[in-house]
């Protein structure tokens, strides 16, 4: 079992930055994968960004490429999402998720709100 804790949503200007942690707990050495999706409103929930592990190559939906960064820190088991010049498009609930050989968890979502 894994444990994911979402942390450092909020309220942004649109043209701002913020910055999404997810803590990992539990199993972690049975994560072969990481990722943020992202659910709007009367939208299709969407794959935001992924990171390997341990190798880190990265991967991001069209719609945020070149405006959002996925990276970990393997010493505090945590991964992160920075995200600028952020859109009132990018409003959402963001969900940390780890992927496993046979299991796939999620955290609880932190809302990113971006007023234009």
């Known amino acids: 079992q894994v444990h994911l804790v979402e942390s450092g949503g909020g309220l942004v200007q649109a043209g701002g930055s913020l910055r999404l942690s997810c803590a990992a707990s539990?199993?972690?050495?049975?994560?072969?994968?990481m990722g943020w999706y992202r659910h709007a409103p009367g939208k299709q929930r969407e794959l935001v960004a992924t990171i390997s592990h341990p190798g880190g190559t990265t991967n991001y939906a069209g719609s945020v490429k070149g405006r959002f960064t996925i990276s970990r820190d393997n010493a505090k088991n945590t991964m992160y999402l920075q995200m600028n010049s952020l859109k009132s498009g990018d409003t959402a609930v963001y969900y940390c998720t780890a992927f496993m050989a046979a299991a796939q968890y999620w955290g609880q979502g932190t809302q990113v709100t971006v007023s234009s």
């Open positions: 539990g199993s972690i050495f049975s994560i072969n994968a």
